[in-house]
T-cell receptor, first 116, second 113 residues
Framework: AQSVTQPDIHITVSEGASLELRCNYS??????LFWYVQSPGQGLQLLLK??????LVQGIKGFEAEFKRSQSSFNLRKPSVHWSDAAEYFC??????????????FGKGTKLSVKP | NAGVTQTPKFQVLKTGQSMTLQCAQD?????MYWYRQDPGMGLRLIYY???????DKGEVPNGYNVSRLNKREFSLRLESAAPSQTSVYFC????????????FGPGTRLTVT
C-alpha cells in the first residue's frame, strides 16, 4: 500500500538559513508526489508537484523539491528561509482507494519554526 | 471569488447529537473532498465526490455521510457524534482528479464532549 513518511515532526531554522524537509514514500510504480503548506489557522496550499520528467521541480514561494527514485525520497528545499515560511508542511503521494478516481495520502507533517 | 467556504467555523456537540458541515466552492470544480486533521496524523480523506451525483469512500468514512447537493455544494453529516470525531474538518475541491491541485477551505473545528 502507498504511504508517506515525514521523519521530522518539528524543525527550527534561523531566518536566512537553508532548509530541507524530508519525505519518503512507498509506492510500487512511478509515484505522483506533492508538497502542501498550511499556515496557522488556514487550509492547505499546493507548493509543487511531481508527475514525471525532470526530477527537480520548482514551486511557488521559492521552494523546490527533488525526486530520487533510488532513495524513495522527495525532499523539499529552500535556499534562504523567511520568517513568513513558518508553517506546517505536508508531503503527499497519489493513491487509489478504489472508487472513481485517485486521491492523496498525506504524511503527518513537519512543523517549521523560524528564528529571527 | 470566495474559493472554498465552510460553515460553521467552530462547533461543540454533545455525544449522540447530529450535525451537518456545509461546504461550497465557486470555481466550477468537478471534484470535492472532505478531510479530517488530527494532531500528529496529517490529513485523512473521509469521502470524496468526483462529479455531481457521485460520492465515494475515502480512508476513514465510518461514522460519516455525505451529500453532493449540486456542483457547488458538498456536505458532511455526523448522525451520532462521538468524542473520536473531535477534529478539524477541511473541505477541498479540484478541477479534475485528486491529483490536480486541491483548493482548501479554512476548516471547521469540531469538539464532541
Amino acid at each position: 500500500a502507498q504511504s508517506v513518511t515525514q521523519p521530522d515532526i518539528h524543525i527550527t531554522v534561523s531566518e536566512g538559513a537553508s532548509l530541507e524537509l524530508r519525505c519518503n514514500y512507498s509506492y510500487g510504480a512511478t509515484p505522483y508526489l506533492f508538497w502542501y503548506v498550511q499556515s496557522p489557522g488556514q487550509g492547505l496550499q499546493l507548493l509543487l508537484k511531481y508527475f514525471s520528467g525532470d526530477t527537480l521541480v520548482q514551486g511557488i514561494k521559492g521552494f523546490e523539491a527533488e525526486f530520487k527514485r533510488s532513495q524513495s525520497s522527495f525532499n523539499l528545499r529552500k535556499p534562504s528561509v523567511h520568517w513568513s515560511d513558518a508553517a506546517e508542511y505536508f508531503c503527499a503521494v497519489g493513491a487509489w482507494y478504489g472508487g472513481s478516481q485517485g486521491n492523496l495520502i498525506f504524511g503527518k507533517g513537519t512543523k517549521l519554526s523560524v528564528k529571527p | 471569488n470566495a474559493g472554498v467556504t465552510q460553515t460553521p467555523k467552530f462547533q461543540v456537540l454533545k455525544t449522540g447529537q447530529s450535525m451537518t458541515l456545509q461546504c461550497a466552492q465557486d470555481m466550477n470544480h468537478n471534484s470535492m473532498y472532505w478531510y479530517r486533521q488530527d494532531p500528529g496524523m496529517g490529513l485523512r480523506l473521509i469521502y470524496y465526490s468526483a462529479s455531481e451525483g457521485t460520492t465515494d469512500k475515502g480512508e476513514v468514512p465510518n461514522g460519516y455521510n455525505v451529500s453532493r447537493l449540486n456542483k457547488r455544494e458538498f456536505s458532511l453529516r455526523l448522525e451520532s457524534a462521538a468524542p473520536s470525531q473531535t477534529s478539524v474538518y477541511f473541505c477541498a475541491s479540484s478541477g479534475g482528479t485528486g491529483f490536480d491541485e486541491q483548493y482548501f477551505g479554512p476548516g471547521t473545528r469540531l469538539t464532541v464532549t
